[in-house]
């Protein structure tokens, strides 16, 4: 039952965009319609933003991240975490951060491609940054300390080090370059024409679903190429828990230390605490009995989409994972990141396409938490696949034969290993869904937009210092809520000293 | 059967991946009776443990527990929850994330029974635990005592002693003979030592390309070995 039950949920989030895939490849076939000149360009400009941002996302997590991980520095943990922020904001925000304080010829600048990979870079490098990280540190103490035997370090980081981290560099490059080339807030507000602005344009204009359709072909086949090149290096990632290293390589020179400090400050000044000031600054002018009025509804719902596309989703593969069988489970997963590496803006045209049939869905925010749950189940699917690989079977099969009943068994000795799988999947899933612009824009029920997509309507014809304040509460709310979701779920010390023991 | 038997395995044919692991496997199991099961690596002597407890289910063959049907030919009839086994497993798979007193607590509601298994594995000073914060030593008893809490009829220890130190060892296959004759339990167990050989078993199985090449006493194997590698595996 549940085996069927999974098969329709999962068939139900990834079939409806793929079929839509293959309607607009034949409606490409059978249109005398050919791409313009301008779509063309956009289309270049897009991928030239997505390369020259992915470039320079590099250029900051590499070093940061080998850095952080190997230069004994007190507090590079916390560092570590900070240089998440980024993923906490909208990335809007943070051009609408830096317009206000850039003098006019750099202003210039920023309303340009130039400005569109500084934004992107700023907001998108934690993608690169943390996996990155993650692998410099859980690098196998032995192997390193083995090769140091033989080399120098600089050898043995480009003999032994460097060969570990080279899946998570390119799966990570990999996300960065998609999200780069999936995101259209920052584009439209810096007024640089990208694929996804334009079929927005024209669909929200025309309505002409068709046309939308055929325009977003080549967006899908971009996906697809994502897919294929992603999945190799996707699929090899581990996932590596381990939070600090004391043996392996090491650089404990002060000049390195002296470095590694100057670069996090530099890029935290950067990313995170400058534009959070500017924003902050800009919105104490701020009307702000008018701004909590406007904002209530689109933040209910926001919050609302979010814990409801990330909560039913993830419960939902952690319900499924002792139930799949392993051939079974790579098929979903393929398909899982195959509609992941769909851009939003096409996965949003094939959603409207195929379920344009039903009113009932259409009009309704389920549209919205299909394209969510399409877009973002790839995430729950991976990250809890990883925990029931690491879970061992044998302590489901000493459950088992104690004849307790089978929920009992699921809550008391399943679970709780997989509740800090289950919460990273689910605030990971909620940030990016909250945070998804491109996919809200054009599902929302009338009447429904969600805090992303309102932030950008109102800005036009608000005060910039509106903007700014909206921009700062949807950014505490999500904080708020993976602050609520982690006291939930966050890894626990299992021996209570207090508890109900004789 | 006319004769009372605990275990029987009648034909048993179990492949992985294409591989054959058992080829048609027959031994009971009579009362009382201590089994120990040798063979080399990968020759299938944990398979068979788990086709007994009902966590494999074997393509060909039967399994009679107490001469009742419990698995036929691809078929579980009695699940494992419904077997009353215990079983130790080689890496222990204890939870980690429960205390020692919860590991018993979870499998049985008793709670003069569960008290009396922690005073009988030195383990009551250690209830407050989980098993990150014990030994070697105090896994192992853990892993032991939690079988034991559910009253099984048969216990399947999978190389039960492999992770202890020789001096463990020697303590724990005494205390597992006195709780083998205070519980009346049978025991199978999997094993490479020739001391627990000699020190546990009534009988020896020697599993060997599938099949249980020889079986009997220590003193009868060693004394007529039906192939070379009886004796090795015997001796080592």
Redesign the interface.
Known sequence: MTKIALRAYLALIFFPPLLALLAAFGAHLFSAKGLDFFFVKSLLNTLFLAFASSFLCLLISFPLALLLAKVPLPGAKLGAVILTAPLLFLPYQTALAWSFILPEPLLGLLFSPVGVVFVFTLSFFPLLFWPLYLAFLSIPAEAEESALLLYPPGKVLWKITLPYVKPYLLGGLGLCLFFCFAEIGVPVYLGVPVIGSEILTRFAAFYDIAGALRSSLPLALLGLLFFLAERPFLSRWEFPVRWETTRGLKFSSPYLLILTVSFLVFILFLAVFFPLFLLFHKALSADWQKVLLQVRGPLWRSLLYGLVASLGSVFLIFWAQPFLASREKGLWEALGLLVFFLPPVALAVGLIFFWGHFPLVYASPLLLLLGLWGRFTFLPQRLLAEAWRRFDKKCLEAAYLTGRPFFTILLKIVFPPFRPWIGLAIVLFFIFAVNEMALSSLLYPPGGAPLAVAIYTLSVNTPLSFAAALCLLNTLMILLTISVLFFFFRPRSYERRNSRHP | MKEETVVTLKGIKKAFSREQVLCGVNFSVFPGETVAIIGLSGAGKSTILRII?G?EVPEEGEVYLYRRLATSASRLIL?????K???I?Q?L???????V?EHLK??TSE?EHL?RLLHLFELWDL????PA?LSGGQRQRLAIA?ALA?RPALLLLDEPFSNLDPIRKKKFRRELLRIKEEENLNLIYVTHDPNDLRLLADRILVLHEGIILQGGRLSELLAQPVHPIVKELLTL
């Not at chain 2, 699940?79 to 077997?83: I, V």
């Not at chain 2, 209830?127 to 989980?130: M, Q, S």
């Open positions: 407890a966590l699940p494992p929850w419904e077997r086994i215990g079983f497993f890496n798979a204890l939870w980690e994330h429960l205390t007193y979870f499998v709670e008290v209830r407050k635990k989980v914060k939690r559910q």
